[in-house]
């Protein structure tokens, strides 16, 4: 008994060296590119052992950058307003809209972390009023007004007008909210979000919507799953 912990050990190794080879292997079937081979392995490898909250398919992970002194705005023909100090928005890092393939997305908010966050900020009920807006253009610019506009969601809880969003659902869990959406020709496919929080005033350096757009990227992760 005393060496089934060595044996597991071995095992675990052995799967991991024997992934590595078959995953190497199926690489050479391509472009026969040995570094492009092993990086891809690895890769796989580590999102295999990571489990799901590996963020290397994150969408937004070094392809986004956050607006704070305007804000797309979806329900009118302006691209974008500037007179709200309670919103940011996160574009592409080109300064043009994320370009996305259609098919099924989850933006998922990490509630625990944004929770940190927020604490430090002396906010204790940052959920009560934290919301996230996903909007999608038939355009890269973000002109004329969105396709699609889920208008701000709180993530503790369902607005009424989800009931009226067609490919929208919302997941609540202990330390996620999920938002699922579908991109297709009639949504268009280029997104923006929009981030905020009631009664926010950016122009204090000390307001906690500056600390929450200071670290969307680990607060917010967009995956597509189909």
Known sequence: MKHLGQVG???????????FIAALAISFTG?????SSISNA??????????????TND????TSKLLTDKYLNGGSNDIYGDSRTDVFSIIGSDDKLLGLEYGEYELVIDRKKLDEIA?????NNIETNFWVCVLLYNNADGAGRANFDTSGQYI???????TSLNNFSQT???DKTTFKFTVDESTGNYLGLN????LSNTNNPNDVLNGIGANYNSILTLNKVK
């Open 172 to 174: 609540i869990e202990n």
């Open 59 to 62: 969408i937004l992970n070094n």
């Open 42 to 55: 690895m890769n796989n490898i580590v999102a295999v052992f990571d489990g799901p909250n590996h963020k």
């Open 195 to 198: 981030i905020g929080k009631n």
């Open 31 to 35: 472009d026969g590119n040995l570094g």
């Open 119 to 123: 604490k430090t900020y002396g906010v």
């Open 9 to 19: 050990s071995t095992l675990t190794e052995y799967a991991v060296i024997l992934s």
């Open 156 to 162: 503790n809880r369902p607005k009424d007008n989800m």
